[in-house]
């Protein structure tokens, strides 16, 4: 899978590693509410496009799971070149490719608030380095650096 879509097998282990708290269950639900479910918390809406729903995503294995991780990602293939890039695929998919100092979401926005503990440096801004920070350290931490 990580072949076809031309990304380093080890970031997509630490999108999922982070995406699932580290359990790589494809029943893990989010616990702000969300509704996402999985590998990579599909969204109810993400699932439905994929033509399947977060309960169906749920009782599948954490294999059979991945062919909806792949198919998700498919449009994003070659691009997802470095660990904040994979998880931009997942997270924000218009900042593939940016910067780490791109911003995101700033203070004000719903999406700020849904994700202010992302804001490291606390200056009311959410760059993608501070978003991907936690993903790199797990891709890090499972090359043993």
């Given amino acids: 899978m990580a072949g076809r879509l031309g990304i380093d097998p080890n970031y997509l282990m630490a999108v999922m590693h982070f995406e699932t708290g580290g359990t790589f269950s494809p029943s ?9 479910t999985g590998l990579i918390q599909f969204l109810p809406s993400t699932a439905r496009g994929l033509g399947t729903t977060t ?5 599948m294995s954490a294999v059979d799971q991945l062919d909806y991780v792949e198919a998700y990602l498919r449009p994003y293939a070659n691009r997802m070149t470095n660990v904040e890039d994979a998880y931009m695929a ?22 700020y608030s ?22 790199r350290q797990r891709y890090e931490a499972g090359l043993g650096r």
């Fill in 114 to 135: 849904q994700n202010a503990g992302l804001d490291i440096n606390g200056d009311g801004h959410i760059t993608k380095g501070e978003a991907a920070s936690i993903v």
């Fill in 90 to 111: 997942v997270f924000q998919p218009a900042a593939i490719g940016q910067p780490s100092d791109h911003v995101l979401f700033s203070r004000g926005s719903l999406a």
């Fill in 55 to 59: 309960a169906e995503l749920a009782q």
């Fill in 28 to 36: 893990i639900r989010n616990g702000a509410g969300s509704g996402a």
